[in-house]
């Protein structure tokens, strides 16, 4: 630099030396205020003594610390894995111990920071992982993660996502630990580890596991094969309690609205076990109602809804479910019949209040998708492949066909083959008024089961599936006048022909039980539907009531030698004896008085495993509907024996014209120990009180499943 410059260094004097001046010596210091203290630090002088200068924490020194932090962590992890490969496990160990909750209090003994940078690092080294390394996933599989804040829950889904793709073998581990996430016990972790203030509900802890569900379903298309099973296994007991139901099912019916792959499986899994609980209830309803309370405490809270460690009975109803499991081998009763009693009674009403919920929320999932259709349904198409299901998966016609056929498999494969169920089947009874093309598919397929079954079908399969074309087009009421003549029609032609083979000495005597079961469905629909049998007289047959030239079979049937009149059930029998009358149909009364001293004719006497005559008064599927929670859906839909009784009958209450269940007098026990119930005629007494037992029914074992459901025309 120029020394000569103005600017130059060397310009600038030295200060003087000696005393100061006066104007320097007594200067007053800078009065220093409490403001000073409060401002930033920016806007102090650089010179002040009082403040000394700090480095400022920019964001990107925050970075920089948290990044050296996750490299520290990544060495301490690489060390910890290539140790435990050669045989030190103290760091791995250490590591593991990160991940696991307090014994005592269920809770992460480390923060969610913390355990957040954690997963960071490990997700670099996923590929590393081996089987010695196991431990390590199972902790993390493990972690109460659904009770932590929302930003770990959305980094450990994104982990577990990770994890999945990078080590496909833990996927089978995850799926299990979701499955369990979906159960009523899963929500219990947030009780002792008080996580989010215990404001935490049920329905924010299985969402999160929804959440992570989807987001695997997205990354292996080949997940539902590996969770249907899981499921089945976490599915609850039927001696848990309710709320372990409720909450159980309804996190499945959600599944099924992401995971259509699995809806079969699912609505499968869901219908046999309220079958396994519709068939344990073994008295009728109208019999506990005073004993017990009823629907008031069905339904006491909604799981999902409610805080976690707040729901203030579950301690009892954990209590109740221990006892129950714990005595699920045990078949051994107390010395006490009054406390038998007592249990009992309290028991069945569990069941019963259990079997109302769990058909409620199906009955919802099914109302859902319907309610979602503002038009109404075109006709579907035959059942669809899993690519076509796929493709046209948003289209809710399709899906709510799709749905009928699912449930109509199930029926095909499990329902009717089970004579002790009582409400199961209402489930297709309310699909089925939908539209007429289900209920027309419905009557195809229990036509084609009864009346033009393969050989390999057994008798009691045939003789059920007469049993229901009965019940079926008595109750319904969306079945029109046409749809019941049809069924006549189909069922008087059976019989025809019947008695036809029979005379010509070519009937088969297994056929014998299903045409018992025929005739019986033939007098029960007589009963419900005889003015729909009736033809529109001409003007000059005014006032004369003409049937429909089918019903002239029935004259020939009950005149028969195989005598349907003292086989059949007597109180449908007596009930159609009265109608007939009534009407000018046909008269029985002097059939029936004659058989009082007849035995049991010759062809009653059926093959083993076919249905025999002690079978055919115990079932009538759509007797009335009791349950009180889930009845809403069948009444509109339902026909009631007031409204379609004659003369004195009008005013009688339908509950007076429905048997009791057999009593512990009535069984009589069979060859293997089965029980079969006594029939009126067998021990010589005529009950003219109504329209037959419904609750005394056989339990039938299931025969071979058959899985694509037909549609035969009965036009």
Known sequence: MDPHSRLSQFNQRAPKTGPFSPSVRFEPTQKVTLDKYTKASSSMPSDSPLFTSRPIATNLRVKQDE?????????????????????????????????????????????????????????????RLERRHAPLVEAIVRLPWSTMDAVFVKSYIVFIGMLVSARPEYLSLVLNRIAMGFTYQSGLLAVNSN???????????????????????????????SLAPLLVRNFPHKRQPQAAHVAYIRNLLHVTEYCGELSERVLGLIVDRALMVDVEIQVELDELEDAEPTDGELFEFDPFDTIVGQEGDSSDDDEDAD??????SSDVSSDSGAENTHTDTRHIHDMVSKLDAILRLVFDHF??????????LVPSSPPLSTHDRDMQSREPHTLLAIQFHTLLAIFDRSILRTFKSRYTQFLLFWYASLHPEFSDLFLGLLVDKALFGSASASGVERAAASSYIGSFVSRAQFIDREGARRAVKVLCAFLGAHLDAVEAGNAASNNHSVFYAVVQSVFLVFCFRWRDLQEEPDEQEVGRKIWISELGVVQRVITSDLNPLKVCSQN????????????????????????????????????????????????????????????????????EWAAVAIGDEEEED???????????????????????????????????????????????????TRTVAMAISIS
């Open 195 to 225: 996580l989010e203030g215990s404001t935490l509900t049920r329905r924010v802890i299985y969402d999160r596991q929804h959440t992570l569900l989807e987001h695997l379903l997205n990354l292996v298309p080949t997940l539902p094969s």
């Open 367 to 376: 109302n859902k998708l319907h309610s979602s259709i503002p038009t109404v």
């Open 323 to 328: 006892d129950g499991l714990s005595d699920l």
């Open 654 to 704: 339908e509950d007076d014209l429905i048997e009791e269940g057999p009593t512990d007098d009535d069984w009589e026990h069979g060859q293997g120990g089965s029980c079969i119930p006594i029939t009126v005629s067998k021990r010589g007494e005529s009950d003219d009180d109504g329209l037959g037992a419904s609750f005394g029914g056989m339990s039938i074992s299931p025969a071979q």
């Open 572 to 639: 449908v029998v007596h009930q159609f004896a009265r109608i007939a009358q009534a009407t000018d149909f046909t008269y029985c009364f002097s059939i029936l008085e004659a058989n009082k001293r007849a035995p049991y004719p010759v062809f009653a006497s059926v093959a083993p495993g076919s249905a025999g005559p002690q079978e055919l008064h115990t079932f009538f599927p759509f007797d009335p509907f009791k349950l009180p929670r889930s009845s809403e859906y069948i009444q509109g839909v339902y026909r």
């Open 67 to 127: 990044q050296f932090k996750k490299d520290m962590f990544l060495a301490y992890v690489n060390k910890a894995i290539r140790e435990k490969l050669n045989g030190h496990s103290k760091d791995f160990d250490d590591l593991v111990d990160q991940f696991s909750p307090n014994k005592s209090t269920l809770a992460p003994t480390v923060s969610s920071l913390q355990l957040r940078i954690w997963l960071s690092v490990l997700s670099h080294v996923l590929s």
